[in-house]
């Protein structure tokens, strides 16, 4: 006698009552391909010096890839090339390659890794 007759279901019943709990689980950051940005994005957006910002966060980074950040009009401000980040996220102090900091404006940012590519805005009020 199996411990599932006691109960008058059969596995299979059993197996489909916990299979939603079982896929219910997140996968872990570092699950994150190389290829796959979808879900990459920063934050605080808008970034303000007011409320106490002192990073923008890029998460759910793949191991490895490239962040460049543009102004509106193109230039490249900063450019931060990564590897196996911590949690699959990176701060960025704010500041252009120079060390300066960025000023209030909007600005673009790419994230590429392998063939994936994403982009987002920032938005920086000081």
């Excluded at 008058?8 to 872990?28: D, G, N």
């Excluded at 490895?64 to 931060?80: C, H, K």
Aim: charged letters at 20%; glycine letters at 6%; a neutral charge.
């Amino acid at each position: 006698m199996t411990p599932f007759r006691s109960l008058r279901l059969s596995p299979a019943v059993l197996l489909a009552a916990f299979l939603p709990i079982l896929w219910a689980v997140p996968a872990p950051v570092s699950a994150v391909t190389d290829a796959d940005l979808d879900s990459a994005h920063a934050y605080p957006v808008p970034f303000k010096t007011s409320l106490g910002h002192k990073t923008i966060t890029f998460a759910f980074l793949p191991s490895e890839g490239d962040i460049r950040v543009y102004t509106v009009a193109g230039e490249l401000v900063r450019r931060i090339a990564f590897a196996n980040p911590v949690d699959g996220k990176l701060e960025w102090d704010v500041t252009n390659s120079s060390g300066e900091n960025l000023a209030t404006d909007t600005y673009f940012f790419i994230i590429t890794s392998g063939s994936g590519k994403k982009t987002g805005k920032l938005i920086v009020i000081r």
